[in-house]
């Protein structure tokens, strides 16, 4: 679901998981609850964009869309929480990332004296898995009972032999069958695994009635502490093992945004009467201060969603004022020229990020070097107009249309990767003037320090003799004034 479209009244008051994704389709955050409806209720406050602290506010303005799904009970909800943080790892998970797993409970059959063994690990091996099981305390106290009270083998040898017991405390307290001296057949061996699968497999009142009865007994005979260990047990038989609480395996999150990219495109093409959905979608868009450092930027949507690898970013060599259109022009020309000429295939659509004049710039580019027909659109970010070629009003969407929030969400990227690019120069263009002023320190030169350090944030961090080292060539005078001008420039 969008992230607007939160109605109380239709999430469950039941535990569960959470779900939330940024525009790109990404999960950001896992989180378990109690109570679905008033854990996301915390988070869909308007006021909470403005209270929270700092990570939640950051949190909260990312979330696009989000999802949710119901479990029985808290302990599922803990264990299919930490299973999706390590499958996604969430940048806004910052606990559960580590490598500890919840303990299961493994029964390979194929042994010829088969016990209940607690791992963490699920191979694919053929064996029978149990759980996993969040109470690890529990588990071992209750497996450890299991074994005594149905007489398996406890020890790490599946086929225990004379060697065997003569390291073995069970034969001490007689807690074992002891199959390793033959005093039990593999089919009593397997009768007495059977009963303790049953357990397993949720039919714990006949054990439990067991277990009262000895507890009953304890009691009776003044063993208080032996009775609280067997009451513990008890408690646990259910917690642990009980119908609603067995193994069971993780359910898939359901994404609500379910095929929302194909929707998104399907959208597109009925709004503008497109002949079929564009599942290639690329936008551009321009970024410079007053025609200096100009560039551009492309970003490709595929199905919906970003393909990084076919992002394109462009330095603007023909234009030299502060002419927006003219530089949507050369871009344009540039990459579908590249296109023709290597026979590649066209995008379903083109986006231009600006109004009526940015479109027809594009359009006069495509028709200067003959491209085949396309569909393409403006949009417009006063008003998120769209605007189309034939068209004297813009089309207006509906703003939480599938259609409206992809294309503005390519915009957005399409601005994100100009800017950044542009930024990059800046930096790199001032950098370099603060070499330009210092005496003695020529194209040659400034080519060798950028090439010795990297950056000249690094060359400020460095002293004069170590300048002197790494670039062959300058003297100690050089190298001060450098260190000296560029300490001035840090301060």
Not at 417 to 439: C, G, M, Q, V, W
Request: proline share 5%.
């Amino acid at each position: 679901m969008r992230f607007e479209e939160y109605h109380p009244s239709e999430i469950p008051a039941k535990p569960g998981v959470y779900m939330f994704r940024d525009r790109f389709g990404k999960v950001i955050y896992v989180g378990k609850a109690r109570d679905l409806r008033r854990r996301l209720g915390n988070y869909f406050q308007p006021s909470r964009r403005r209270t929270g602290d700092a990570k939640l506010r950051s949190l909260i303005n990312s979330i696009w869309e989000w999802s949710y799904q119901v479990v029985k009970s808290e302990d599922e909800a803990l264990i299919l929480e930490s299973s999706l943080i390590k499958t996604y790892a969430p940048h806004y998970n910052i606990l559960m990332r580590d490598d500890k797993r919840y303990l299961l409970l493994k029964v390979d059959e194929s042994e010829k004296f088969p016990t209940l063994t607690a791992v963490r690990l699920r191979k694919p091996d053929n064996a029978r898995y149990f759980g996993p099981f969040p109470h690890g305390t529990a588990l071992h106290m209750t497996r450890d009972f299991l074994l005594a009270h149905f007489g398996l083998r406890g020890c790490k040898s599946s086929e225990p032999d004379e060697e065997t017991r003569k390291h073995c405390l069970k034969r001490l307290v007689k807690d074992c069958c002891a199959p390793c001296t033959g005093q039990v057949s593999v089919e009593e061996y397997r009768e007495k695994l059977n009963n303790a699968l049953a357990v397993l497999e949720g039919d714990i009142a006949p054990v439990r009635e067991a277990v009262k009865a000895q507890m009953l007994a304890a009691a009776a005979g003044q063993k208080f502490e032996k009775a609280a260990k067997l009451r513990d047990v008890y408690d646990n038989i259910a917690a642990v093992f009980g119908r609603k609480n067995r193994t069971f395996e993780n359910p898939v999150l359901p994404d609500q945004r379910l095929n929302s990219g194909i929707a998104a495109i399907n959208s597109i093409a009925r709004h503008l009467g497109l002949s079929a959905p564009p599942e290639t979608v690329i936008c551009f868009d321009i970024s410079n201060i007053l025609g200096t450092l100009a560039v551009a930027s492309m970003v490709t949507f595929t199905n919906g969603k970003p393909d990084r690898q076919a992002y394109r970013r462009f330095r603007i060599k023909t234009v030299m004022q502060s002419d927006d259109f003219a530089m949507m022009n050369e871009a344009i020309t540039r990459h579908f020229s590249r296109l023709l000429a290597e026979k590649r295939p066209l995008p379903g659509l083109l986006v231009v990020d600006g109004g009526k004049g940015q479109l027809s710039s594009a359009i006069e580019a495509l028709i200067a070097i003959n491209c085949p027909p396309l569909p393409v659109i403006g949009l417009a970010k006063r008003n998120e107009e769209i605007f189309v070629p034939g068209r004297s009003e813009p089309v207006i969407l509906d703003r939480h249309d599938a259609a409206l929030k992809m294309i503005q969400a390519l915009r957005d990227e399409a601005h994100r990767f100009a800017i950044t690019y542009h930024r990059s120069l800046r930096e790199k263009r001032i950098n370099s003037s603060l070499l330009d002023e210092i005496p003695g320190v020529g194209e040659v030169r400034k080519r060798q320090l950028l090439k010795a350090f990297g950056a000249v944030k690094t060359l400020a961090k460095a002293d004069a003799g170590t300048i002197c080292v790494r670039v062959p060539g300058i003297g100690k005078e050089t190298a001060r004034k450098i260190v000296e001008t560029l300490s001035r420039a840090k301060s």
